[in-house]
């Protein structure tokens, strides 16, 4: 359960904050002032303090942001301010905040931020291990090995965790990229600083530079504030910057600018800022070849690949699929508050054999559907999808068990009428049955659950704007925390 401080001395606004968070998930604690707020931080430990930048009497928001940063600067803190114009907002951001609301609350919004900070603090606060087998149950946060090549991977890890030199990790989809990052930053010297992570596919190319680097007023339209972006945020700590190969070339030149000189300026702006920020870097596109076409400046290729960690595919390491496959049973077991499934030897050796184009993640979400399919507490080789056990037909099923075969290894444009003759036959049983609609709502599940729920990358996996895809939520009463795991 997720626990939620909120400072603020304005008895309406608790009472507010009690009825939008009333969740069986989070646990909201109230204090009337700064002070009272820094007492009860060491013991109630809170993921996430929501305060006011003003209040009545006593410290004001900024100099207990202060405190609390002090205290610990991994605590994310959103501020509230009724004056959203003035300098205090900037300024709490300045001082580490995590982001600021304007009263009155615009609910749907902080809801979001509140489930993105909450993320945010649960990367910060998990310790990645790097040993190569794990020899206790809880063993959820590892980076789970034996082979050989994740042996050298640990041991790059070791070896750059202790140093600011900027890495580079490659390798395909799903193989673990931002468990390596994160494995790195909490063996670090920053482990105690922030640590944020940022897809750079996954926001529209006009805004990922602002998102970086921050904003002045008056910017582009609708930039009616100051915005610090996330390397101001981050100063002092570590910087994911996951899928750079989809980064423009402009937004290019300004990481690089960083990386040599530590300063970077803000878009609209004239006054160089600067920070003090670990870059690590991500991409399972080959850097060279996009060197090579121009498409990635070559200078910042060799400043981001000053160490090198390449991850292997999963079928370059099969002798690992069956410690995965054990994490993977102890993982959603406890996640059920359950006790450990059994898997049994067939279905293991399909495992074994199968070629894994989507690699762990693909794995995952096998595992997961197995589980959930499977009728007793130990997988079958019925419980698995098709496509793991040559020469077994595809039965009838509903868009969710056609979809979910197919997660983590996209169809061939060949393989498509299949999945379409399929889903028709599901159709011919009852004449009830709609395929489109089916189809449409399953696919909005499967891209918040492919993309842990981030709603901006699920849209562009969809192929729709974010807008378009809160209403599908809506249109089909798709509850995300309830069907993303």
């Known amino acids: 359960m997720d626990k939620l401080l909120l400072i603020d001395d304005e008895v309406d606004v608790q009472y507010s904050f009690r009825r939008i968070f009333d969740s069986s998930s989070i646990e909201l604690h109230t204090a009337s002032s700064g002070e009272e707020g820094l007492k ?78 909450l993320q945010a603090a649960r990367t910060m606060r998990q310790t990645v291990s790097c040993q190569p087998l794990l020899e206790s149950e809880d063993y959820d946060l590892g980076i789970v090995g034996r082979s050989t090549p994740m042996q050298e991977v640990f041991k790059l890890v070791g070896q750059t965790a202790g140093t600011d030199a ?14 390596v990052a994160r494995a790195i930053y909490t063996h670090s010297r920053r482990a105690e ?91 399972n596109k080959p850097l060279e070849a996009a060197v090579a076409g121009r498409t990635f400046r070559e200078d910042l290729f060799y400043r981001l690949n000053v160490v090198r960690i390449q991850l292997p595919a999963l079928r370059q390491r099969r002798e690992d699929i069956r410690l995965l496959v054990d994490y993977f049973l102890r993982k959603f077991a406890r996640a059920q508050a359950r006790t450990p499934g059994a898997i049994h030897p067939d279905a293991l050796a399909a495992l074994e054999r199968h070629s894994w184009p989507g690699n762990v993640r693909e794995l995952e979400n096998v595992m997961q559907r197995a589980l959930v399919v499977g009728k ?32 983590g290894e996209p169809p061939a444009a060949n393989e498509i009428p299949a999945l379409a ?31 842990h729920g981030n709603q901006v990358q699920a849209a562009k996996l969809l192929g729709i704007t974010r807008a378009t895809l809160r209403k599908r939520v809506e249109k089909f009463g798709i509850q995300q925390e309830l069907s993303i795991r």
Request: proline share 6%; hydrophobic share 45%.
């Open 421 to 451: 003759r399929a889903l028709f036959a599901w159709a011919r049983e009852q004449s009830s049955r709609k395929v489109l609609p089916a189809v449409e709502r399953e696919l909005v599940i499967c891209a918040l659950a492919e993309t």
């Open 40 to 117: 009860r931080v060491p013991k109630l430990k809170p993921d996430l303090v929501l305060m006011d930048i003003r209040m009545g009497t006593g410290m004001n928001g900024l100099e207990t942001l202060r405190r609390l940063r002090q205290h610990d600067a991994r605590l994310p803190v959103i501020m509230m301010t009724a004056y959203g114009t003035t300098q205090t907002a900037i300024e709490a951001m300045k001082l580490g905040a995590y982001d600021y609301l304007l009263k009155p609350f615009d609910v749907p919004k902080l809801k979001q931020l509140v489930a993105d900070a």
């Open 166 to 179: 900027t890495v580079l990790i490659t390798g395909e989809s799903g193989t673990g990229k931002e468990l």
């Open 193 to 283: 600083q922030p640590f944020l992570a940022i897809n750079c596919a996954a926001i529209p190319e006009n805004l990922l530079e602002s998102e970086l680097f921050g904003h002045e007023k008056g910017a582009f339209t609708g930039a009616t504030a100051q915005r610090i972006g996330k390397f101001e945020q981050c100063n002092r700590g570590t910087l994911f910057l996951d899928e750079i190969g989809d980064m423009s070339l402009p937004t290019q030149t300004k990481i690089l600018r960083v990386l040599q000189n530590g300063s970077f300026d803000r878009v609209g702006g004239n006054q160089p800022v600067t920070v003090d920020v670990r870059v690590i870097a991500a991409t």
């Open 376 to 407: 007793g507490d130990a997988i079958m080789l019925a419980d698995l999808p098709a496509e793991l056990v040559p020469g077994r037909p595809v039965p009838v099923a509903s868009p969710s068990a056609v979809l979910s075969a197919r997660t």
